[in-house]
């Protein structure tokens, strides 16, 4: 199947990075599609409507020109880059661009993007939220500055999909109330991840 002259929908929540980071890569490719904003908090993933195509309940989703449907933002990143600069050629950046992305939805994902939700979002008190939180995003960020010490990128020497990934919550890692200052090659990479996307700077 073709993408280049298919029109696809897109169902996302617009405070999700996970959503966010598939509209990055089509808005970065130029793929034309329809964007139908899908709220988590008002309970639209729990629609019957949208139950049947992802009876996960989850954004975002994407259904192609032919009704195909296909969920889970890294699956998706992965079928629309194909092919593209966003996927390393080199057989190893590409192994290691697939261990961002596992890294990115097992650990950064879970601590990041849930402590946003819970502090931003729904308005938690500090005393509400898990303790071992902010300590496991401070593990995480630890390990993302260490990693792009003289590095531009998180794989060989151009924007990936890893990079797209991961920036995607941690731009707006200050809605966590997390502190990017002791973070400074973080705070560069997220610039150029937002250059390269042609992102408004966020940090």
Known sequence: MSLDNAA????????????????????????????????????????????????????????????????????????????????????????QMFQWLFWEQYSHEPAIAVLRFQKFYLKKADSEIDPALPARCGKVLALMNDHLAGRSFFVGGSLSLADIALAAYTRFAHQAGLDLTDYPHIRAWIGRVE????LDPVT
């Open 8 to 95: 696809m929908t897109l169902f996302g929540d617009s405070i999700s990075g996970n959503c966010l980071k598939v509209k990055y890569v089509a808005d970065h490719l130029g793929l034309p599609y329809e964007w139908v904003e899908t709220s988590v908090l008002n309970g639209e993933t729990q629609a019957p409507e949208f139950l049947a195509m992802n009876p996960a309940g989850q954004v975002p989703v994407v259904r192609f020109a032919d009704n195909r449907v296909l969920a889970q933002s890294n699956a998706i990143m992965l079928h629309l880059a194909r092919g593209t600069s966003l996927i390393p050629s080199d057989p190893w950046d590409r192994a």
């Open 195 to 198: 250059r390269g996307l042609n």
